[in-house]
C-alpha cells in the first residue's frame, strides 16, 4: 500500500522526543524520508535508530532554531541528503516559565520563549520557503497551540508567541498561494509529552487543571498530532493552507 507521503522529503524541528518524535515516526511510516533537527543531537539519533527499527529512513542532524546560520545549514543538509524539502515541521518549542505573570516575568525568560517559539518557526520558514521556491512547490506546517488562539493566565511570552506563529502562518499563506506552497500551523491542545510531564512535576495542581479544561477529558496522544500533520502535508490537503488547526480534544469549542 503507497503512504500518503511516499518518496517526500520532509524535516522536522524538535524531533528528538515528544510531539515531533511521534510525527517523524508518522510521516516514515507513510514514506516519507526525514531529517530530525533537534537541539539534543542524541535525542534525535534515537528518533532515527526508531524510524529504521519500523523499516523507515531517517537521519539526525543538531541544530539551535534561533540561530540563523544553523537553520540554514539545516535546510541545505536537508537537500544535500535526499535531493529536495517536500515537507517541513516546524514545532521545536519551549513553555517558558508557567504560572508566572505579565508582571513578574524577567525579560532575559520572556526573550528566550520569544526567540525559540517565534523567531525560531520564522527563521525556519524563511530557508524552507527559499528552497520550495527553486523547486515550485511544497508545504509548510507550523506548532502554533491552543494559546495561539485563547490567551491562558501565566504564560504570556508562551501566548504572545503562538499568536505570532499563526499570524505568520495566515502571511506567509497568501504570499505563496500562487507558487505551489501550502503553509499551515496546527494548534495542540494538552498532549502528555515530555514537555508537560515537566510541567506537571513542576505544578502538580496543573494535571487536573489540563483534564478538566478538555472537554473530551483526557490528554492527547502525540500520534494523534502526528496523523493530522501528516494529512497536511499530503496531496489530500492538497487545497488547504492558511489555516491553524485545533487539535484540541474540543477545548476552544467552549
Not at 535508530?49 to 537521519?59: D, L, N, P, Q, R
Not at 509529552?193 to 483526557?218: C, D, F, H, N
Not at 498530532?225 to 480534544?249: I, N, R
Request: charged share 20%; glycine share 12%; proline share 3%.
Amino acid at each position: 500500500m503507497i503512504g500518503r507521503v511516499e518518496n517526500k522529503i520532509a524535516l522536522v524541528t524538535g524531533g528528538g522526543s515528544g510531539l515531533g518524535r511521534a510525527t517523524v515516526q508518522a510521516l516514515a511510516r507513510e514514506g516519507a524520508k526525514v531529517l530530525i533537527a533537534d537541539l539534543n543531537l542524541e535525542s534525535a539519533h534515537e528518533t532515527a535508530i526508531m524510524v529504521a527499527e519500523a523499516g523507515g529512513e531517517a537521519s539526525a542532524f543538531a541544530m539551535d532554531v534561533t540561530i540563523a546560520a544553523q537553520v540554514e545549514a539545516m535546510v541545505q543538509t536537508t537537500v544535500e541528503r535526499y535531493g529536495r524539502l517536500d515537507c517541513a515541521f516546524n514545532n521545536a518549542g519551549i513553555p517558558g516559565k508557567v504560572g508566572t505573570s505579565v508582571i513578574d516575568y524577567e525579560e532575559e525568560d520572556w526573550d528566550r520563549v520569544i526567540a525559540v517559539d517565534l523567531k525560531g518557526v520564522w527563521l525556519g520558514m524563511k530557508y524552507e520557503l527559499k528552497q520550495m521556491l527553486k523547486q515550485g512547490s511544497g508545504v509548510v506546517v507550523n506548532t502554533a497551540s491552543i494559546a495561539g488562539l485563547v490567551g491562558l493566565v501565566g504564560s504570556s511570552p508562551y501566548v504572545a508567541s503562538k499568536h505570532g506563529v499563526v499570524g505568520l502562518t495566515k502571511t506567509a499563506a497568501l504570499e505563496f498561494a500562487q507558487q505551489n506552497i501550502r503553509v499551515n500551523a496546527v494548534c495542540p491542545g494538552v498532549f502528555r509529552t515530555p514537555l508537560v510531564e515537566k510541567v506537571i512535576a513542576e505544578l502538580p495542581e496543573r494535571e487536573e487543571l489540563y483534564l478538566s479544561a478538555q472537554p473530551i477529558g483526557r490528554m492527547g496522544r502525540p500520534e494523534e498530532l502526528a496523523e493530522a500533520v501528516v494529512w497536511l502535508c499530503s496531496d489530500a490537503a492538497s487545497f488547504v493552507t492558511g489555516h491553524a488547526f485545533p487539535v484540541d480534544g474540543g477545548y476552544v469549542a467552549g
